[in-house]
């Protein structure tokens, strides 16, 4: 792999996070019928219906909690300021910002009790142990693109990633699975070629977390990846699930991958019409394929109306990640 074909792998992982955030968000806590009945099928950048319980005040094509935090993690792991308590204090932040916008894609139900049990005194090794859901995973991201797929070393960061918020085995399996498929096609490998790697990602990251929860993510994903044959996104939604449970949207991010063929446009407009956390699978799902295509494969018109939405510039932050990525192949962090 060249530079310029690793920069263009990592931008698309980024930029993959903002497509399926963005294109989920008109859609994300709606049933399937719901979704079809406010918008018939979503097929572009489009705002969200009239009282939405979550979207309400966001734009056409306009990114989500999902994006932001990826771009917060980033920020710290490029800063080299993460630690348990940066990464409370910067989401804490985060959420009174959002408030202050006066939007409501706030914090995750795990995230904010164990934010809340951090800043009350709790250690920190212990707010993240009911954390299930799938808040780890949808900004895991940046650790994929920062670290080599090499032994363990991967796995670590992200169960340190996860730590203070979801320190479940159903948690840490899901998220680095994700991380795993983004770090190994910054190698070059195509989507499938990562499957063996993610599978046994998930099965170490089970093993680290407290173990409530699902304990079997591999199990789960290969499930979703096996469903996903039949070509039925409907099919996918109703024997996976698509709740904010890592043990349902994470393995149905596996299985849009395989209906979408790992294109990132179409993740995105699979998970927009699939129900209920469609934003989150969307983010998960298209991240996955950009960094196994690039952001060359991305709709060079869709991608410039998300930038510009959102002051958006995944070029930037993916050459600053993979400085990290050097030091951490060079032995030197």
């Given at each position: 792999m060249d530079n310029i074909m690793i920069q263009d792998?990592?931008?698309?992982?980024?930029?993959?996070?903002?497509?399926?955030?963005?294109?989920?968000?008109?859609?994300?806590?709606?049933?399937?019928?719901?979704?079809?009945?406010?918008?018939?099928?979503?097929?572009?950048?489009?705002?969200?219906?009239?009282?939405?319980?979550?979207?309400?005040?966001l734009e056409a094509a306009q990114f989500t909690d999902d994006t932001e935090q990826t771009l917060l993690l980033a920020k710290l792991l490029i800063q080299g300021e993460f630690t348990d308590t940066a990464w409370a204090t910067a989401l804490l932040e985060w959420e009174?910002?959002?408030?202050?916008?006066?939007?409501?894609?706030?914090?995750?139900?795990?995230?904010?009790?164990?934010?809340?049990?951090?800043?009350?005194?709790?250690?920190?090794?212990?707010?993240?142990l009911r954390g299930t859901t799938n808040g780890a995973a949808m900004r895991i991201v940046p650790v994929g693109i920062s670290i080599p797929f090499v032994g363990a070393r991967l796995v670590d960061k992200v169960e340190a990633v996860c730590r203070?918020?979801?320190?479940?085995?159903?948690?840490?399996?899901?998220?680095?699975?994700?991380?795993?498929?983004?770090?190994q096609g910054l190698s070059g490998l195509d989507f499938d070629a990562t499957l063996e790697g993610a599978l046994e990602a998930a099965r170490m990251g089970c093993e680290r977390g407290n173990p409530i929860g699902e304990r079997d993510m591999a199990g789960r994903i290969s499930l979703a990846l096996d469903v996903a044959k039949m070509g039925d996104e409907a099919a996918l939604a109703a024997q996976i699930g698509t709740s904010v449970a890592s043990r349902e949207s994470v393995a149905a991010a596996f299985g849009v991958v395989r209906l979408a063929k790992g294109d990132p446009w179409q993740a995105a407009l699979i998970s927009a019409n699939i129900g209920d956390d469609t934003d989150t699978i969307g983010a998960m799902a298209s991240a996955m394929c950009g960094a196994c295509s690039g952001l060359s494969s991305f709709p060079t018109d869709k991608l410039a109306v998300l930038k510009a939405r959102n002051q958006f510039h995944p070029e930037a932050v993916a050459r600053d990640l993979l400085v990290l990525r050097a030091q951490h192949k060079d032995g030197d962090v």
């Open positions: 792998r990592a931008a698309g992982a980024l930029a993959g996070v903002a497509l399926g955030d963005a294109m989920g968000m008109p859609s994300q806590t709606l049933t399937r019928a719901a979704i079809h009945q406010a918008y018939e099928r979503i097929t572009d950048f489009i705002a969200p219906m009239d009282g939405h319980p979550v979207s309400h005040g009174k910002d959002v408030r202050a916008r006066g939007l409501h894609d706030l914090l995750g139900p795990s995230s904010k009790a164990a934010l809340e049990s951090l800043m009350a005194g709790v250690p920190a090794t212990e707010t993240g203070v918020t979801h320190a479940t085995g159903e948690a840490v399996g899901g998220a680095a699975a994700v991380a795993s498929v983004i770090s």
